[in-house]
């Protein structure tokens, strides 16, 4: 005699193997993925890439998100990085503009600092 296992077992691979088979993810499910994640994330990241194609030989040594600013239809986000290079040591800070509604980045300004 077969088990209810073994036919549960069959109908969640039916289920799984079949081409129609459409999970749905709740809204719930995504925030408490993204939980924890800060909204300058994106940013951050787009910070850094940009930080190394810009000093390529350095090395970022560390990372702080200093804020955003509202300006109209525009963000700006915040940083400062700082670099580590064969010969010296010094910060970068970076604002990254984009259009808050399409996130279309705009601008990407670097000014470094000894501080």
Known sequence: MMSSKFF??????????SSNFN???S????????EGIPSYAKWGRLAMQETK????????VDYLHIGSERKGE???EKFKLW??????????FIDIEF????EEV???????TDR
Do not use: H, M, R
């Not at 809204?27 to 993204?34: A, S």
């Not at 670099?83 to 970068?92: A, I, N, Q, R, S």
């Not at 259009?99 to 399409?102: F, S």
């Open 53 to 60: 194609a810009k000093y390529p030989n350095d090395q970022i």
């Open 23 to 25: 999970p749905i993810i």
């Open 8 to 17: 549960l077992a069959i109908g969640i691979s039916i289920l799984l193997t």
């Open 106 to 112: 705009l601008s990407v300004t670097f000014t470094e």
């Open 74 to 76: 525009t963000t700006i």
């Open 83 to 92: 670099l580590k290079g064969t010969d010296k040591e010094f910060g970068v």
């Open 99 to 102: 259009n808050t509604k399409t």
């Open 27 to 34: 809204q719930e499910y995504i925030n408490k993925q993204n």
